[in-house]
């Protein structure tokens, strides 16, 4: 596409749409008053706007070599793995020095390491959680952070697959506390590695973990390569988010100038190295790593809570503290919501936002149970794709790589279990014929 094509085709009304949900973010974020939760709304809104223009995901990171034979999403998240456990172990190596003790050992009153609130407990609610959780967002067709961006980009499958997720986390909270609780769930582990080899040998052990699977993903291309069942990384990109083929020399201050700042999509490295910079911003400024579920479970509880639903067990005791004043006043569910907004904005500012509703009855059922399994079993792992893997791997903990291995395992059965059942899921993932 050339610019004379991008300036004839291009919607418009959108931008000054997105122009008018701009205008009313900053006269939300005065009413708000409480620096922590205009920052997690901005925070939020850096997420979504990101992750949807550089189409990036988590469960992709699986589904996508899976699916396509290329790893080009997965060395991705490898690199901002990396990129966030240079941040996280700088950050953490830093407060340790000046008498911060990690968030597990600390007393009331201590000073408390960031992000070693993600340096879970491991036992069996981690794996099960996982392995349910990486079912839920293949047949939901999105993780937890990729459900609230396509929720934004108007995907109606997020559209189902959010209220349901949101449900999902009282009986996972609820069944974690009573697992933690009885034997079964003392069977456990939680290794902060720094404890033990120290914040450079942590780093050094995490970046051979992560190099193994960069090497593990290209020798999976090869094989891929070899087979035929392997597709260019630019192969699904939509023709109007290419470099235009005139670029910047026709109009360098008109439509392709408009085109490389809102329209062009990012590399999904460039989109993994922006995410690392914003989660590191994020924990800087709020000693605590990103996270996004354990808001899911506080908008439920809130949610139920307006139709006379009350939760005894002790173990909603946090869930109703947090939201004691109020639902905005959570900077966790503003932060979710400005992941939503943000890719809404994302879409609204290329002009391309439309509702998304091509799926029958069966996908829809679909979607809504991915969406439970996944708000089920991210509350039984004390995570999702996010604050059990993104924020706890980089973070040394154990229990982000028994995640991981989890979650991936999950994802793969899924692929398997459901391969043509949904408009989500190819029916053949291997077939020479589907590469041509």
Not at 164 to 182: A, C
Not at 267 to 275: E, M, W, Y
């Amino acid at each position: 596409m050339n610019t004379e094509e991008f300036a004839k085709k291009f919607n418009k009304i959108q931008p000054i749409i997105g122009c008018i949900v701009i205008l009313f973010l900053v006269w939300f974020s005065f009413k708000l008053h409480v620096p922590k939760l205009i920052f997690g709304l901005l925070i939020g809104l850096g997420f979504g706007y990101t992750l949807t223009r550089s189409r990036f995901g988590f469960a992709g990171g699986i589904k996508r070599i899976y699916v396509r034979g290329e790893g080009s999403l997965t060395k991705a998240l490898l690199i901002t793995f990396a990129a966030v456990t240079l941040i996280y172990g700088a950050i953490q190596w830093t407060a340790s020095t000046k008498g911060a003790i990690p968030a597990f050992l600390a007393k009331n009153g201590e000073a408390i390491i960031p992000g070693t609130q993600n340096v879970f407990m491991t036992n069996i609610g981690t794996v099960l959680g996982g392995f349910l959780f990486g079912i839920g967002m293949i047949i939901a067709g999105g993780c937890a952070s990729g459900t609230l961006a396509d929720f934004g980009e108007g995907e109606g499958h997020a559209m189902i697959a959010f209220p349901l997720f949101i449900l999902g986390t009282i009986p996972g909270h609820y069944l974690r506390e009573v697992i933690d609780r009885n034997p079964i769930g003392k069977v456990r582990v939680r290794i902060h590695f720094p404890q033990y080899v120290g914040y450079l040998g942590a780093i050094i052990l995490t970046f051979v973990g992560l190099l193994f699977l960069y090497i593990l993903t290209k020798a999976y291309e090869n094989k891929r390569k070899k087979e035929g069942t392997y597709l260019d990384p630019k192969s699904d990109y939509e023709d109007f988010e290419k470099e235009l083929k005139d670029n910047l020399d026709v109009s360098p201050w008109g439509s392709a100038l408009y085109h490389k700042v809102f329209v062009e999509r990012w590399s999904f490295k460039t989109g993994a190295l922006i995410l690392s910079i914003i989660s590191g911003c994020y924990i800087i400024f709020t000693n605590k790593a990103w996270g996004v579920t354990s808001a899911f479970t506080h908008i439920a509880v809130w949610f139920l809570g307006l139709f006379g639903v009350h939760f005894d067990d002790k173990a909603f005791d946090s869930v109703y503290k947090a939201i004691s004043n109020g639902i905005l006043a959570d900077a966790g569910v503003l932060l979710d919501i400005g992941i939503v907004v943000g890719s809404f904005l994302a879409f609204l500012m290329a002009g391309r936002f439309k509702l998304n509703l091509k799926f029958n009855s069966k996908n829809a059922f679909l979607f809504g149970l991915g969406g439970l399994l996944m708000g089920f079993g991210s509350r039984l792992a004390k995570g999702c794709n996010i604050g059990a893997l993104y924020s706890s791997l980089p973070n040394f903990s154990i229990s982000g790589w028994v995640f991981l291995v989890a979650i991936s395992l999950g994802a793969v059965v899924g692929l398997k279990l459901f391969k043509g059942s949904s408009c989500l899921i190819p029916p053949r993932h291997r077939d020479v014929r589907d590469f041509k």
